[in-house]
Protein backbone atom coordinates (compact mmCIF):
# COMPACT_ATOMS: atom_id res chain seq x y z
CA UNK A 1 0.00 0.00 0.00
CA UNK A 2 1.50 3.34 -0.68
CA UNK A 3 2.15 5.63 2.50
CA UNK A 4 0.05 8.62 3.33
CA UNK A 5 2.68 11.13 1.83
CA UNK A 6 2.18 9.64 -1.26
CA UNK A 7 -0.96 10.62 -4.15
CA UNK A 8 -1.82 13.77 -2.05
CA UNK A 9 -4.13 16.06 -3.70
CA UNK A 10 -5.18 19.52 -3.15
CA UNK A 11 -8.47 20.16 -1.59
CA UNK A 12 -10.15 22.02 -4.35
CA UNK A 13 -9.45 18.84 -6.74
CA UNK A 14 -11.47 16.56 -4.04
CA UNK A 15 -13.67 18.71 -3.86
CA UNK A 16 -14.30 19.23 -7.40
CA UNK A 17 -14.33 15.21 -7.84
CA UNK A 18 -17.23 15.25 -4.54
CA UNK A 19 -19.14 17.42 -7.15
CA UNK A 20 -18.71 15.54 -10.02
CA UNK A 21 -19.13 12.49 -8.25
CA UNK A 22 -22.39 13.51 -6.08
CA UNK A 23 -23.85 14.37 -9.47
CA UNK A 24 -23.09 11.15 -11.75
CA UNK A 25 -24.64 9.38 -8.42
CA UNK A 26 -27.45 11.09 -9.23
CA UNK A 27 -27.45 11.17 -12.85
CA UNK A 28 -27.23 6.86 -12.16
CA UNK A 29 -29.86 6.79 -10.08
CA UNK A 30 -32.34 8.48 -12.66
CA UNK A 31 -31.23 6.00 -14.73
CA UNK A 32 -31.46 3.40 -12.62
CA UNK A 33 -35.60 4.48 -11.93
CA UNK A 34 -35.76 4.72 -16.07
CA UNK A 35 -34.76 1.85 -17.22
CA UNK A 36 -35.40 -2.11 -16.47
CA UNK A 37 -38.48 -4.26 -18.33
CA UNK A 38 -39.80 -1.41 -19.48
CA UNK A 39 -38.65 1.81 -20.20
CA UNK A 40 -40.59 5.05 -18.97
CA UNK A 41 -40.58 8.30 -20.16
CA UNK A 42 -39.57 11.51 -18.29
CA UNK A 43 -42.43 12.83 -17.80
CA UNK A 44 -43.77 9.51 -16.42
CA UNK A 45 -40.64 9.18 -14.25
CA UNK A 46 -41.82 12.73 -13.04
CA UNK A 47 -45.58 11.96 -12.71
CA UNK A 48 -44.28 8.76 -10.80
CA UNK A 49 -42.03 11.04 -8.42
CA UNK A 50 -44.69 13.89 -7.84
CA UNK A 51 -47.36 10.69 -6.23
CA UNK A 52 -49.20 9.09 -9.30
CA UNK A 53 -49.30 5.67 -8.99
CA UNK A 54 -51.99 4.91 -11.50
CA UNK A 55 -50.37 4.43 -15.02
CA UNK A 56 -48.69 0.57 -15.74
CA UNK A 57 -45.24 2.71 -16.11
CA UNK A 58 -45.43 5.04 -13.10
CA UNK A 59 -45.97 1.73 -11.26
CA UNK A 60 -43.10 0.31 -12.31
CA UNK A 61 -40.90 3.19 -11.06
CA UNK A 62 -42.43 3.23 -7.64
CA UNK A 63 -40.97 -0.64 -7.33
CA UNK A 64 -37.69 0.65 -8.70
CA UNK A 65 -37.34 3.49 -5.87
CA UNK A 66 -36.04 0.52 -3.16
CA UNK A 67 -34.59 -1.63 -5.51
CA UNK A 68 -31.84 1.56 -6.21
CA UNK A 69 -31.84 2.93 -2.96
CA UNK A 70 -30.94 -0.58 -1.88
CA UNK A 71 -28.01 -0.57 -4.57
CA UNK A 72 -27.25 2.81 -3.46
CA UNK A 73 -26.55 1.46 0.42
CA UNK A 74 -25.19 -1.68 -0.11
CA UNK A 75 -22.60 -0.30 -2.42
CA UNK A 76 -21.28 2.04 -0.32
CA UNK A 77 -21.11 -0.40 2.31
CA UNK A 78 -19.25 -2.76 0.39
CA UNK A 79 -16.75 -0.37 -0.91
CA UNK A 80 -16.09 1.12 2.45
CA UNK A 81 -15.69 -2.46 3.70
CA UNK A 82 -12.87 -2.67 1.11
CA UNK A 83 -10.86 0.23 1.37
CA UNK A 84 -11.13 -0.31 5.68
CA UNK A 85 -9.53 -3.63 4.79
CA UNK A 86 -7.07 -3.22 2.52
CA UNK A 87 -6.10 -0.45 5.04
CA UNK A 88 -5.44 -2.06 8.31
CA UNK A 89 -4.01 -5.16 6.28
CA UNK A 90 -1.70 -2.77 4.23
CA UNK A 91 -2.43 -4.84 1.39
CA UNK A 92 -4.10 -3.64 -1.76
CA UNK A 93 -5.66 -7.38 -2.48
CA UNK A 94 -7.60 -6.91 0.37
CA UNK A 95 -11.20 -7.04 -0.32
CA UNK A 96 -14.50 -8.74 1.44
CA UNK A 97 -14.75 -11.36 -1.14
CA UNK A 98 -11.19 -12.12 -1.96
CA UNK A 99 -10.28 -12.69 1.97
CA UNK A 100 -13.71 -14.86 2.44
CA UNK A 101 -15.33 -12.52 4.58
CA UNK A 102 -18.42 -12.35 2.39
CA UNK A 103 -18.45 -16.27 2.30
CA UNK A 104 -18.16 -16.77 6.22
CA UNK A 105 -20.99 -14.32 6.01
CA UNK A 106 -22.88 -16.47 3.53
CA UNK A 107 -22.14 -19.59 5.38
CA UNK A 108 -23.41 -18.28 8.69
CA UNK A 109 -26.76 -17.21 6.86
CA UNK A 110 -27.21 -20.57 5.43
CA UNK A 111 -26.42 -22.63 8.14
CA UNK A 112 -29.43 -20.60 10.24
CA UNK A 113 -31.99 -20.96 7.61
CA UNK A 114 -31.27 -24.78 7.01
CA UNK A 115 -30.63 -26.08 10.16
CA UNK A 116 -32.29 -23.54 12.60
CA UNK A 117 -35.07 -22.49 11.02
CA UNK A 118 -34.39 -18.78 10.64
CA UNK A 119 -36.42 -16.42 8.24
CA UNK A 120 -36.30 -12.65 9.99
CA UNK A 121 -34.00 -10.28 8.16
CA UNK A 122 -32.84 -9.11 11.56
CA UNK A 123 -31.19 -11.83 12.63
CA UNK A 124 -29.62 -13.14 9.52
CA UNK A 125 -28.12 -9.69 9.50
CA UNK A 126 -26.44 -10.96 13.13
CA UNK A 127 -25.61 -14.36 11.85
CA UNK A 128 -23.40 -12.99 8.85
CA UNK A 129 -21.99 -10.26 10.82
CA UNK A 130 -20.97 -13.17 13.66
CA UNK A 131 -19.91 -15.40 10.18
CA UNK A 132 -18.12 -12.62 8.79
CA UNK A 133 -16.19 -12.20 11.89
CA UNK A 134 -15.14 -15.27 12.71
CA UNK A 135 -13.76 -15.78 8.82
CA UNK A 136 -12.03 -12.44 8.93
CA UNK A 137 -9.59 -13.61 12.06
CA UNK A 138 -9.31 -16.79 10.77
CA UNK A 139 -8.43 -15.90 7.22
CA UNK A 140 -5.63 -13.01 9.26
CA UNK A 141 -4.45 -16.00 11.65
CA UNK A 142 -3.06 -18.58 8.55
CA UNK A 143 -2.08 -15.41 6.50
CA UNK A 144 0.07 -14.27 9.44
CA UNK A 145 1.34 -17.49 10.36
CA UNK A 146 5.26 -18.18 9.54
CA UNK A 147 8.05 -16.15 8.16
CA UNK A 148 7.20 -12.55 7.59
CA UNK A 149 3.80 -12.32 9.41
CA UNK A 150 0.63 -11.39 7.04
CA UNK A 151 1.94 -10.30 3.87
CA UNK A 152 -0.23 -9.53 0.90
CA UNK A 153 0.48 -12.68 -0.81
CA UNK A 154 -0.35 -15.28 2.02
CA UNK A 155 -3.26 -12.96 3.25
CA UNK A 156 -4.88 -13.35 -0.92
CA UNK A 157 -3.64 -17.11 -1.38
CA UNK A 158 -5.22 -17.62 2.64
CA UNK A 159 -8.35 -15.81 1.91
CA UNK A 160 -8.79 -17.72 -1.87
CA UNK A 161 -8.35 -21.11 0.09
CA UNK A 162 -11.05 -20.57 2.60
CA UNK A 163 -13.16 -18.55 0.24
CA UNK A 164 -13.03 -21.69 -1.89
CA UNK A 165 -13.75 -24.06 1.35
CA UNK A 166 -17.02 -22.06 2.93
CA UNK A 167 -18.51 -22.26 -1.09
CA UNK A 168 -18.06 -25.63 -0.73
CA UNK A 169 -19.57 -26.29 2.60
CA UNK A 170 -22.46 -23.62 1.36
CA UNK A 171 -23.02 -26.09 -1.73
CA UNK A 172 -22.68 -28.84 1.14
CA UNK A 173 -25.68 -27.88 2.79
CA UNK A 174 -27.77 -26.38 -0.15
CA UNK A 175 -27.86 -29.29 -2.18
CA UNK A 176 -29.82 -31.85 -0.07
CA UNK A 177 -32.01 -29.08 0.87
CA UNK A 178 -34.31 -28.53 -2.42
CA UNK A 179 -37.25 -26.48 -0.31
CA UNK A 180 -34.48 -23.70 0.26
CA UNK A 181 -31.83 -24.43 -2.71
CA UNK A 182 -34.16 -22.50 -5.15
CA UNK A 183 -34.89 -19.57 -2.92
CA UNK A 184 -31.22 -19.00 -2.35
CA UNK A 185 -29.46 -19.75 -5.37
CA UNK A 186 -29.96 -16.44 -7.05
CA UNK A 187 -29.07 -14.89 -3.20
CA UNK A 188 -25.57 -16.69 -3.63
CA UNK A 189 -24.70 -14.94 -6.94
CA UNK A 190 -25.90 -11.82 -5.23
CA UNK A 191 -28.86 -9.02 -6.68
CA UNK A 192 -31.01 -6.29 -5.46
CA UNK A 193 -33.70 -7.07 -7.19
CA UNK A 194 -35.64 -8.54 -4.23
CA UNK A 195 -35.20 -5.12 -2.31
CA UNK A 196 -38.30 -3.87 0.36
CA UNK A 197 -38.58 -0.77 2.23
CA UNK A 198 -38.57 -3.62 5.09
CA UNK A 199 -34.99 -4.93 4.32
CA UNK A 200 -33.77 -1.16 3.61
CA UNK A 201 -34.78 0.07 7.05
CA UNK A 202 -33.21 -2.94 9.02
CA UNK A 203 -29.63 -2.43 6.77
CA UNK A 204 -29.20 1.05 7.34
CA UNK A 205 -28.85 1.03 11.36
CA UNK A 206 -26.03 -0.99 11.05
CA UNK A 207 -24.89 0.67 7.77
CA UNK A 208 -24.72 3.82 9.48
CA UNK A 209 -23.06 2.02 12.83
CA UNK A 210 -20.52 0.20 10.32
CA UNK A 211 -19.74 3.76 7.96
CA UNK A 212 -19.59 5.95 11.65
CA UNK A 213 -16.76 3.49 13.34
CA UNK A 214 -14.43 2.97 9.95
CA UNK A 215 -14.80 7.33 9.36
CA UNK A 216 -13.71 7.24 13.18
CA UNK A 217 -10.68 4.99 12.34
CA UNK A 218 -9.96 7.25 9.96
CA UNK A 219 -6.91 8.89 11.54
CA UNK A 220 -5.56 6.03 13.19
CA UNK A 221 -5.68 3.97 10.05
CA UNK A 222 -3.50 6.87 8.05
CA UNK A 223 -1.04 6.33 10.97
CA UNK A 224 -0.73 2.42 10.48
CA UNK A 225 0.05 3.39 6.98
CA UNK A 226 3.27 4.28 8.21
CA UNK A 227 4.30 0.91 9.09
CA UNK A 228 3.32 -0.62 12.66
CA UNK A 229 6.18 0.45 14.63
CA UNK A 230 6.07 3.94 13.77
CA UNK A 231 2.41 4.23 14.59
CA UNK A 232 3.26 2.97 17.94
CA UNK A 233 6.10 5.23 18.04
CA UNK A 234 3.52 7.88 17.52
CA UNK A 235 1.31 7.27 20.33
CA UNK A 236 -0.92 5.11 18.49
CA UNK A 237 -2.30 1.64 19.75
CA UNK A 238 -2.02 -0.31 16.45
CA UNK A 239 -3.76 -3.09 18.22
CA UNK A 240 -7.03 -1.00 19.17
CA UNK A 241 -7.27 1.02 15.64
CA UNK A 242 -7.13 -2.17 13.97
CA UNK A 243 -9.40 -3.88 15.71
CA UNK A 244 -11.65 -1.42 15.95
CA UNK A 245 -11.28 -0.54 12.22
CA UNK A 246 -12.50 -4.34 11.15
CA UNK A 247 -15.30 -4.21 13.31
CA UNK A 248 -16.54 -1.29 11.04
CA UNK A 249 -15.47 -3.21 8.18
CA UNK A 250 -17.20 -7.03 8.95
CA UNK A 251 -20.57 -4.88 9.63
CA UNK A 252 -20.66 -3.15 6.63
CA UNK A 253 -19.42 -6.71 4.65
CA UNK A 254 -21.65 -9.02 6.98
CA UNK A 255 -24.99 -6.66 7.17
CA UNK A 256 -24.94 -6.05 3.45
CA UNK A 257 -24.18 -9.41 2.69
CA UNK A 258 -27.01 -10.31 4.34
CA UNK A 259 -29.67 -8.72 2.48
CA UNK A 260 -28.32 -8.73 -1.12
CA UNK A 261 -25.82 -11.54 -1.27
CA UNK A 262 -22.39 -11.97 -1.18
CA UNK A 263 -21.24 -9.46 -4.00
CA UNK A 264 -17.76 -9.77 -5.28
CA UNK A 265 -14.82 -7.38 -6.36
CA UNK A 266 -16.59 -3.87 -5.79
CA UNK A 267 -14.42 -3.81 -2.21
CA UNK A 268 -11.25 -4.44 -4.51
CA UNK A 269 -12.24 -2.15 -7.75
CA UNK A 270 -13.69 0.84 -5.89
CA UNK A 271 -10.68 2.09 -3.25
CA UNK A 272 -8.50 2.24 -5.72
CA UNK A 273 -9.92 3.94 -8.45
CA UNK A 274 -10.63 6.42 -5.71
CA UNK A 275 -7.18 6.50 -4.71
CA UNK A 276 -6.15 7.52 -7.55
CA UNK A 277 -8.11 10.48 -7.29
CA UNK A 278 -7.69 11.43 -4.47
CA UNK A 279 -4.94 9.78 -2.60
CA UNK A 280 -4.98 7.65 0.32
CA UNK A 281 -5.93 10.05 3.09
CA UNK A 282 -8.42 7.54 4.47
CA UNK A 283 -10.65 10.78 5.69
CA UNK A 284 -11.08 11.20 2.27
CA UNK A 285 -10.77 8.26 0.59
CA UNK A 286 -13.39 6.32 2.80
CA UNK A 287 -16.67 9.27 2.09
CA UNK A 288 -15.58 9.05 -1.32
CA UNK A 289 -15.55 5.25 -1.90
CA UNK A 290 -18.36 5.25 -0.44
CA UNK A 291 -20.11 7.68 -3.17
CA UNK A 292 -18.04 5.50 -5.54
CA UNK A 293 -19.01 1.80 -4.13
CA UNK A 294 -23.13 3.36 -4.17
CA UNK A 295 -22.57 4.85 -8.20
CA UNK A 296 -20.99 1.07 -9.25
CA UNK A 297 -23.22 -1.32 -7.84
CA UNK A 298 -26.20 1.41 -9.77
CA UNK A 299 -24.45 1.32 -12.64
CA UNK A 300 -24.04 -2.74 -12.44
CA UNK A 301 -27.78 -3.04 -11.55
CA UNK A 302 -28.73 -0.96 -14.67
CA UNK A 303 -26.35 -2.79 -16.98
CA UNK A 304 -27.56 -6.47 -15.98
CA UNK A 305 -31.32 -4.84 -16.92
CA UNK A 306 -30.20 -3.30 -19.98
CA UNK A 307 -28.09 -6.46 -21.70
CA UNK A 308 -30.76 -9.19 -20.93
CA UNK A 309 -34.19 -7.66 -21.25
CA UNK A 310 -36.67 -8.72 -20.64
CA UNK A 311 -34.58 -10.78 -18.39
CA UNK A 312 -31.76 -9.41 -15.57
CA UNK A 313 -28.21 -10.30 -15.19
CA UNK A 314 -28.20 -9.69 -11.55
CA UNK A 315 -24.79 -7.16 -9.95
CA UNK A 316 -22.55 -10.34 -8.72
CA UNK A 317 -21.99 -11.09 -11.92
CA UNK A 318 -21.61 -7.68 -13.43
CA UNK A 319 -19.26 -6.87 -10.95
CA UNK A 320 -17.34 -9.64 -11.27
CA UNK A 321 -16.90 -9.63 -14.88
CA UNK A 322 -15.43 -5.65 -13.86
CA UNK A 323 -13.52 -7.12 -10.75
CA UNK A 324 -11.60 -9.97 -12.05
CA UNK A 325 -9.33 -8.48 -14.70
CA UNK A 326 -8.76 -5.41 -12.18
CA UNK A 327 -7.64 -8.09 -9.81
CA UNK A 328 -5.39 -9.32 -12.19
CA UNK A 329 -4.19 -6.05 -12.88
CA UNK A 330 -3.35 -5.78 -9.53
CA UNK A 331 -1.47 -8.36 -8.99
CA UNK A 332 0.71 -7.80 -11.86
CA UNK A 333 1.49 -4.17 -10.81
CA UNK A 334 1.95 -4.91 -7.66
CA UNK A 335 5.53 -6.09 -5.99
CA UNK A 336 4.62 -8.91 -3.77
CA UNK A 337 7.52 -10.88 -2.64
CA UNK A 338 6.32 -15.12 -2.34
CA UNK A 339 7.51 -16.45 0.66
Given at each position: ?????????????????????????????????????????????????????????????????????????????????????????????????????????????????????????????????????????????????????????????????????????????????????????????????GATWERIGILVPF?????????????????????????????????????????????????????????????????????????????????????????????????????????????????????????????????????
Amino acid sequence: MPGVAELRRPTFVRLAWLGVGIIVLALLALVSLVFGTRIVSVDELVSALGGDTTGIAEAAIVKRVPRTVLALVVGAALAVSGATMQAVTRNPLADPGILGVSSGAALAVVTGIAFFGMSDPFVFIWMAIAGAAAAAVFVYTVGSAGRGGATPLKLALAGAAISATLGSLISAILLPRADILSTFRFWQIGGVGGATWERIGILVPFFACGLLVCLLSARGMNTLGLGDDLAAGLGESVFRTRLVSSAGAVILCGAATAIAGPIGFLGLVVPHFCRMLVGTDQRWLLPFSALAGAALLVMADVIGRVVARPQEIDVGIITAVIGAPFFIWIVRRQKVREL
